[in-house]
């Protein structure tokens, strides 16, 4: 139990002092908070024995004395803790949502492209055909007349195609590079899976009679965390108390 409490409070230690480090506008202020933050912490885990030992000597007033700062400390580590948490898991989250919106955004445009695709009706002209279309009407056109009105048609039919096929070309292009954006992605089943879980697992639990919101879920979180972390006083405390002998 004492290792135990060591290690969160070790690890409460460089919480507090490396998030409070980064609010500081310069160096100075940077040290000056960090070394509030240490201060801050040390008191929490410092407290509750020093407050078990005042209440086994019967100094109940020191005692009381010990909890009203103890409240106050906790109040201050659990800012902190709650303002850590919050960020860095708000931050993954938002990341994943980015990724899924980004999947989304991408296979929006592949249907997009595929349907103008799909919609492209030619018969396949490259530039080849169409010279070999202007030749055949420039060969019928010395003077007017209904050969040379049908190679002009059949020319203007061939620059359609061939517009089309290069369109058509060039969608398909795009499609593909699309498609292997697509398959780069991660496929995410939701941005923040774990309240989705709990969400399902409270509505679950309670037979449909309780619901609980995203934002619920999120506090319940960045609180749980916080409350670990402070808890290394307590941990000490309690270790503390298993190696004194038990009292008859």
Request: hydrophobic share 55%; net charge neutral.
């Amino acid at each position: 139990m004492f290792g135990v409490g060591l290690l969160t409070a070790a690890v409460g230690l460089y919480l507090n002092a490396s998030f409070l480090w980064k609010f500081g506008r310069t160096s100075e202020a940077g040290l000056v908070l960090a070394i509030v933050g240490l201060v801050t912490d040390t008191v929490t885990l410092v407290l509750p024995a020093t407050v078990m030992a005042l209440w086994q000597q019967s100094r109940r007033a020191l005692a009381l004395a010990g909890c009203c700062m103890y409240a106050i400390a906790v109040a201050m580590t659990l800012l902190t803790a709650v303002g850590f948490a919050a960020t860095n898991i708000d931050d993954a989250v938002a990341g994943r949502d980015a990724v899924a919106a980004n999947r989304d955004a991408v296979s929006d445009e592949i249907a997009r492209l595929k349907s103008e695709r799909s919609r492209l009706v030619f018969l396949p002209a490259d530039r080849s055909a169409v010279a070999a279309a202007k030749l055949a009407r420039d060969q019928e056109c010395g003077r007017v007349g209904p050969n040379c009105r049908q190679r002009v048609a059949e020319l203007n039919a061939v620059l359609r195609d061939n517009a089309a096929a290069e369109r058509a070309a060039d969608l398909d292009a795009r499609i593909a590079q699309e498609e292997a954006a697509l398959s780069a992605l991660p496929a995410l089943a939701a941005a923040d899976p774990q309240t989705e879980a709990a969400r399902a697992a409270i509505t679950w639990l309670s037979g449909g009679h309780v619901r609980a919101s995203a934002e619920d879920i999120r506090m319940s979180r960045v609180l749980g965390i916080a409350a670990v972390l402070f808890m290394a006083g307590l941990l000490l405390a309690f270790g503390t108390a298993l190696r004194q002998p038990a009292r008859t």
